[in-house]
C-alpha cells in the first residue's frame, strides 16, 4: 500500500458551490474504448499495438519536423476567439460583478482604441502609432497561407540600438529605448524578464501584452488566429517575438489561475507552425489540457496525431493520456459499460507508459509525498538504475515532465490506481515479457540527444528539474529572453552594420589618455590605423600629448589677506 505523507483534503470537505462548478466543466466521452478487460503475457505486445495503433516500422520521433503530413484543421484543434480572452474564464469561476468591478463606468472614459483579440488595451499604455512592423503574405500553399513580419527602416534603427542597449548590460539603457519608443517588441520581451526576476510579476505580464497588442496592430488583413491555416516562419528573426510573445502570456495566464485560456493560446502557438513546433508546445499542452478538465481533447489529440507524430515516444503524452482517460471514467453521466471500457483503455496505457518510461514513477511519488510499499521501491525495475541509465535527452523530458505535472497526480483515487497498475507492471516484469525488453532497446537506440526546440522550451519553462539536467553546450553560451538560442538555420533579411572604432585594441596607456583628452588619437593622420606605426612614433605622439596636458595646466594662487587681524566677525 501507498502510505501518505501528508494529508490530503477529500472532495466531501469542498463546499457544495466548488463540487457543482467541477461536474459542470465535465466534457462527455469519446466513443473510441475498445478490448479486453484482462490480458495474458503471451499477447500482451499485440494488444498493446492493437491499443495504441503503433506498428513495427521505424521510430518516427515526435520532435522531428514531417513535412509530409497535413494536421488535422477540425474545430477541435483551432483556437476560438471566446476563449482567447480571460475575464471570460474567470467570469465562470467567480461571475461577472466579481471580475469587472467597476471598470464598465470608467471605460466610457477612455479614448478609442483598435479592438484585439489577443489582449485589452489599458489605459495606462502609452498612445499607440505606427512602429515600423508591417505583416506581408510570402505564398500560399495547399490552401495554407504563409506570412512574415516585416522591419522597416526606421525600426531596424531602432533594433540596432537595443543590441547597443542589450550589450551593455544595463536594463536602464532598455528603459531609456522604449521611453522614445514605447512599443518595441524586443526591448518589452527583455524587460519584461527583467522585471519577473524583480519579483514584478505585473509589470512583467503588462509589457508581454503591450508586445501582443503592438504585433497585433500589425496583422495582414487577411490573417487569421483561428482558422488554423496562417503560418509563420520561426527562422525569420521577425517572427520570433510574436512565438516568445504568446509563449510567456500563456505562461502567465496559467499561473493566474486561468488554465482554459492558456491551453487556447497554446493550441494558437502550435497552429502558426505545426510541423516543426519551434517552442515545442507538445510538451506542455497535456497539463493544460488536464488542468482545464478538457480530457475529450486530449485524447482525441493523441488518436488524430498518434498515427503521423507517434506522441506515445513522448513520457508526457504516455503518462498524461491514460490519466485523461481515468478522469473520464470517474465522470458520473457516463454509463457503467462505457465507464468500464474506459478505465480498461486507461490501465493499458499506463502500464505500457511504466514500462516504457520506469524512470518516471519514483521523482513523481517523491514530487507527491508518497512513500512507495516494500515490493515497489525494492524492486531493480523502478530504483536507482532507472534514473541512471536513460539517455541525457530522456532524462530532460521526464524531469520536465515530473516538474510540471506532479500536482496532478496528488489525488487519492488517481494514487490508488496508479499502485494497482504499478503492480501489474512488476509482474511482467518478473515473467519477463518480451513488451519489458523491446521498450528497454527502445529507450537505449533513442532520446540520445534532444533537437534545439526542446532547449528553447526547457528555458523558456524555467522548470529548475529540466533546467539542472541541460547539457553544457546549452548552458555555457548566453541566452538572451528576445531570442533565446535561435536556429541555426535562420533566414537573416537585414544586419546589423559593423561598428568603426574598435577602442578594445588599443593600449592601457593610450585609453589613458584619450580619458583625458578626447580628441587624442595614437594614430591619427593615417588610413591604415596601427598597420605600420613606428615605435618612436607612438612615443612622440604620447609625449606631446603629456606635454600639451602639463601646458594647460594652471595653479591659481591662495587669495591675499590684507587685513591679517581682521575684526573677527563670524557670519
Not at 457544495?16 to 505486445?45: H, I, K, Q, Y
Not at 498515427?307 to 473520464?328: E, G, T
Request: a neutral charge; charged letters at 25%; hydrophobic letters at 40%.
Amino acid at each position: 500500500m501507498f502510505v501518505l505523507k501528508e494529508c490530503i483534503l477529500s472532495l466531501a470537505c469542498l463546499p457544495a458551490v466548488v463540487r457543482v462548478l467541477a461536474l459542470s466543466c465535465r466534457l462527455p466521452l469519446l466513443d473510441s474504448a475498445e478490448g479486453s478487460s484482462c490480458f495474458p503475457g503471451t499477447n500482451m505486445l499485440s494488444v498493446l499495438r492493437q491499443c495504441l495503433g503503433v506498428s513495427r516500422r521505424g521510430p518516427r520521433l515526435p520532435w522531428r519536423g514531417q513535412q509530409q503530413y497535413s494536421p488535422a484543421r477540425g474545430p477541435w484543434s483551432r483556437a476560438q476567439r471566446k476563449n482567447l480572452n480571460p475575464e471570460n474564464e474567470l467570469k465562470r469561476y467567480f461571475g461577472a460583478r466579481a471580475v469587472l468591478g467597476d471598470q464598465r463606468p470608467r471605460q466610457r472614459q477612455r479614448q478609442y482604441v483598435r479592438s484585439t483579440w489577443l489582449t485589452v488595451p489599458k489605459n495606462t499604455w502609452p498612445r499607440y502609432s505606427k512602429t515600423g512592423i508591417a505583416m506581408q503574405l510570402v505564398e500560399t500553399r495547399r490552401g495554407v497561407q504563409y506570412f512574415t513580419f516585416e522591419h522597416h527602416r526606421e525600426y531596424q534603427q531602432v533594433q540596432f540600438k537595443f543590441l547597443d542597449a542589450v550589450e551593455s548590460m544595463d536594463p536602464n539603457n532598455i528603459v531609456l529605448l522604449l521611453q522614445m519608443n514605447p512599443y518595441h517588441v524586443d526591448s518589452l520581451l527583455q524587460l519584461s524578464d527583467v522585471c519577473r526576476m524583480q519579483e514584478d510579476q505585473e509589470m512583467a505580464r503588462d509589457l508581454i501584452e503591450r508586445v501582443l497588442y503592438s504585433l497585433e496592430c500589425a496583422f495582414h488583413p487577411v490573417f487569421s488566429l483561428t482558422s488554423g491555416s496562417c503560418r509563420l516562419d520561426y527562422r525569420r528573426p521577425e517572427n520570433r517575438a510574436f512565438f516568445l510573445a504568446l509563449f510567456k502570456h500563456l505562461m502567465f495566464l496559467e499561473k493566474r489561475g486561468c488554465p482554459r485560456t492558456a491551453l487556447e493560446f497554446c493550441k494558437l502557438i502550435l497552429s502558426l507552425d505545426p510541423e516543426n513546433d519551434p517552442l515545442c508546445v507538445l510538451l506542455m499542452i497535456d497539463f493544460l489540457s488536464l488542468r482545464a478538465r478538457e480530457y475529450a481533447f486530449l485524447t482525441r489529440m493523441f488518436e488524430e496525431w498518434e498515427s503521423h507524430r507517434n506522441l506515445s515516444q513522448l513520457p508526457n503524452f504516455a503518462f498524461s493520456v491514460p490519466l485523461a482517460y481515468f478522469f473520464l471514467s470517474q465522470q458520473e453521466e457516463h454509463s457503467e459499460m462505457e465507464s468500464s471500457q474506459t478505465r480498461e483503455r486507461a490501465a493499458r496505457l499506463i502500464q505500457l507508459a511504466l514500462i516504457m518510461f520506469p524512470s518516471v514513477l519514483m521523482p513523481l511519488l517523491d514530487h507527491c509525498s508518497v512513500q512507495p510499499d516494500a515490493r515497489v521501491a525494492s524492486h531493480s525495475f523502478f530504483g536507482l538504475n532507472a534514473q541512471i541509465s536513460q539517455p541525457p535527452a530522456l532524462n530532460q523530458l521526464t524531469s520536465l515532465y515530473v516538474g510540471r505535472t506532479h500536482s496532478l497526480w496528488k489525488d487519492p483515487a488517481v494514487m490508488a490506481w496508479l499502485e494497482t497498475n504499478v503492480h501489474e507492471v512488476l509482474h511482467l516484469v518478473d515473467i519477463k515479457d518480451p513488451l519489458v525488453e523491446e521498450c528497454e532497446l527502445k529507450r537505449k537506440m533513442r532520446y540520445q540527444s534532444a533537437p534545439r526546440n526542446i532547449y528553447r522550451h526547457v528555458i523558456l519553462s524555467e522548470m529548475k528539474e529540466a533546467t539542472a539536467a541541460l547539457p553544457l553546450e546549452v548552458t555555457s553560451q548566453p541566452v538572451m529572453g528576445f531570442d533565446p538560442l535561435p536556429p541555426l538555420d535562420s533566414i537573416i533579411s537585414y544586419t546589423r552594420p559593423e561598428r568603426t572604432n574598435h577602442p578594445s585594441n588599443e593600449s592601457t596607456l593610450s585609453l589613458f589618455f584619450r580619458s583625458l583628452l578626447p580628441n587624442f588619437n595614437l594614430h591619427d593622420g593615417d588610413d591604415e590605423a596601427g598597420a605600420g606605426q613606428d615605435l618612436n612614433q607612438g612615443v612622440n605622439r604620447l609625449m606631446a600629448a603629456m606635454r600639451d596636458m602639463l601646458a594647460n595646466i594652471q595653479f591659481q594662487e591662495p587669495p591675499r589677506d590684507d587685513n591679517p587681524e581682521g575684526d573677527g566677525d563670524w557670519d
